[in-house]
C-alpha cells in the first residue's frame, strides 16, 4: 500500500494579494531594468531616472545609484498598477486586455502625466524609435501584468470549486 502524502506536508501556496504584489514588484523591476538598457542602447531617449526629475535634487539623480533607485521607484509604483488591475480586470481572460492594460498606461505617462517631467519631451516631440520602443515596453509590460494576475486568479478561482465540490 502506497502512503498518500498529507496535505499539510506541502507548502502553502501564496495568498492570492502576495502573488499580486510579488508580480507588481518583480514587473516593475524587471521591465525597468530592461528599459534601462534600452535607453543604454539607444533605442530610448527616455531613461527611467526621468521618475526622480519632478522630486530629487542634484545630479546624483543622473548617476548610477539613480538609475538604481529609480528601477527600485518603478517597481513600487508597479505594484499599484498591479493592484489596479487586480481590482478592475482580474476576472477577464485572455492576452489583449493585458495589451490594452499596458497601452492605457503608456498612454497616461506619455500624455496626461507628461508635463510633470521636465526633462521627457513632449509625445510629438519624441523621436519615433522612442515611441516605438517604450510602446512596446509598455504593451510586454500590460502582458506580463495582466496576464499573470489572471492566471492566478483563475487558478485560485479553480481551486476554490473544487473545494466547494
Known amino acids: ?16 494579494t502576495a502573488v499580486v504584489f510579488w508580480t507588481g514588484l518583480f514587473g516593475g523591476l524587471f521591465w525597468g531594468t530592461i528599459g534601462f538598457l534600452a535607453y543604454y542602447f539607444n533605442f530610448t ?18 548617476e548610477w545609484i539613480g538609475t538604481i533607485i529609480s528601477i527600485i521607484l518603478l ?5 499599484g498598477a498591479a493592484f489596479v488591475y487586480s481590482i ?3 476576472k477577464f481572460n485572455g492576452i489583449w486586455l493585458g495589451f490594452g492594460y499596458g497601452i492605457a ?9 507628461n508635463p510633470i517631467f521636465p526633462d521627457m519631451k513632449p509625445f510629438l516631440d519624441l523621436s519615433r524609435n522612442t ?13 506580463f501584468i495582466g496576464y499573470s494576475i489572471n492566471y492566478e486568479y483563475e487558478i485560485n478561482h479553480m481551486e476554490e470549486n473544487e473545494t466547494a465540490s
Open 75 to 79: 517597481g513600487i509604483l508597479s505594484v
Open 105 to 113: 498606461l503608456f498612454l497616461l505617462v506619455y500624455l496626461v502625466l
Open 45 to 62: 531617449e527616455i531613461r527611467p531616472n526621468v521618475i526622480l526629475d519632478p522630486w530629487a535634487l542634484g545630479d546624483w539623480k543622473n
Open 88 to 90: 478592475a480586470l482580474k
Open 1 to 16: 500500500m502506497v502512503n498518500s502524502p498529507k496535505k499539510s506536508n506541502y507548502p502553502k501556496p501564496m495568498s492570492f
Open 131 to 143: 515611441v516605438i520602443t517604450t510602446l512596446c515596453l509598455y504593451l510586454v509590460y500590460g502582458l
